[in-house]
């Protein structure tokens, strides 16, 4: 049975930073690409983030230049460095795997990834 458990994330006063991390268990993930989304109250979920699991990144617009990306492809492990937080950057943080056959492929819609952690809350204070 595929678990991802996520872990980090916390209340951060605006401009400061947190990391995230997730990690898959029971099957091999080397194929996987790994992507981030965050769900804001009130707030359709949304895509932050994602690594191919040939090591390509792409990043929305919004997070580009203060979130980065990272993996451990051995590990099966993903993280997520958030810096210069603002307010509107608090949300669920979810983390995600998808299986693709090409290592380019940078999945950046929910309905491409197959496995979801259980979510994890970065609150921004201004």
């Known amino acids: 049975q595929v678990r991802v458990v996520q872990s980090g994330g916390g209340l951060v006063q605006a401009g400061g930073s947190l990391s995230l991390s997730c990690a898959a268990f029971g099957s091999t993930f080397s194929d996987y690409a790994m992507g981030w989304f965050r769900q804001a109250p009130g707030k359709e979920r949304e895509f932050i983030a994602t690594i191919a699991w040939g090591g390509s990144k792409y990043y929305d617009d919004s997070v580009k230049g203060r979130f980065t990306i990272s993996r451990e492809r051995a590990k099966n492990t993903a993280s997520l460095q958030v810096n210069s937080l603002k307010p509107e950057d608090t949300a669920v943080y979810y983390c995600?795997?998808?299986?693709?056959?090409?290592?380019?492929?940078?999945?950046?819609?929910?309905?491409?990834?197959?496995?979801w952690g259980q979510g994890t809350q970065v609150t921004v204070s201004s």
């Open positions: 995600a795997l998808g299986k693709y056959e090409s290592f380019l492929v940078l999945p950046r819609r929910d309905a491409e990834y197959e496995y």
